[in-house]
């Protein structure tokens, strides 16, 4: 089976910044894809940002200029740089990869930012 582990959320003032991590583990032949998607309450999940296993990336409009995705492919790592955090950033963070065959997805991590 296929683990996801994310760490890094939490509380913030607005403007400041977050670092979240999330590796794989388990019986992982090869990820295609990695990325980040939130959830706020009341809301549907959304897409943050994805990067594929040669580097290429693609990021929401709202959070261009202030969030980087990039991975670690010998770590089956990915991770998420979010900076000038806005109350509108919260949310919980889902991790997601896809591989050959299947999609996963972690159990997510809370990042509120106060205003």
């Known amino acids: 089976q296929v683990q996801l582990v994310e760490s890094g959320g939490g509380l913030v003032q607005a403007g400041g910044s977050l670092r979240l991590s999330c590796a794989a583990s388990g019986s992982i032949f090869s990820i295609h894809v990695m990325g980040w998607y939130r959830q706020a309450p009341g809301k549907q999940r959304e897409l943050v940002a994805t990067i594929t296993s040669g580097g290429s990336t693609d990021n929401a409009d709202s959070v261009k200029g202030r969030f980087t995705i990039s991975r670690d492919n010998a770590k089956n790592t990915v991770y998420l740089q979010m900076n000038s955090l806005k109350p509108e950033d919260t949310a919980v963070y889902y991790c997601?990869?896809?591989?050959?065959?299947?999609?996963?997805w972690g159990q997510g991590t809370q990042v509120t930012v106060s205003s």
């Open positions: 997601k990869i896809v591989t050959g065959s299947s999609i996963f």
